[in-house]
């Protein structure tokens, strides 16, 4: 069973939609007990770092995902579930979930492409992926794949090797952390077509 984490961040029907899609049992809950029994964990979320990390502790999430980390269950980062895995963000000045080393950054307000031109912040629309090195998650993906990102924050890494793909903004950022038995996305698998179901199925048979 594949345990899709609700903490009032939204965004999990369309995950649930893209995981059944692809044949895969899942469910979408809060319940502690169902996290700490879950096979794999997908963690999505969209909003902001201070309510969501408000909301993990009131239902006592954030402990499970702890227990399930430091098990070896492999667990999925989408987007606020991406940031909310680190250290500590600049938004709201939160202190996060402490699983991957690291702090949230927001981009700058002014932002510019090659070119000089501002960006509009947030980040919103298709990026590509530049990979920095394998991972059984990411097998089967092409260069030219592009994928569904809205962010006005990204993660900043503590350690290099945790950087599993960098797109670019304006600024070149992590957009793929892989730690141990975590593998998270900037962007928006479940909204990104065929390569974002590709990298779904393929987190649904990741093993360590």
Sequence with gaps: MIAIIDYDAGNLTSVA???????????VTRDVRQVLAAERIIFPGVGAAGSAMTS???LGVDIALHDAFQRGIPILGICLGTQIIMEYSEENETPCAGLVPGTVRAFSPDLRDADGARLKIPHMGWNRIELQQEHPVLAGLKPSDEFYFVHGYYPDPLHADHIVG?????????SVIGY?????TQFHPEK???PGLNLLHNFCHWTL
């Excluded at 960098?166 to 992590?174: D, H, L, N, S, V």
């Design 166 to 174: 960098k797109t670019r903004y304006g600024i070149e950022f992590a």
């Design 180 to 184: 141990r038995n975590i593998i998270a």
């Design 56 to 58: 993990l502790k009131q």
């Design 17 to 27: 939609r893209a995981v059944t899609y692809l044949g895969y049992e899942n469910v």
């Design 192 to 194: 990104s077509g065929h």
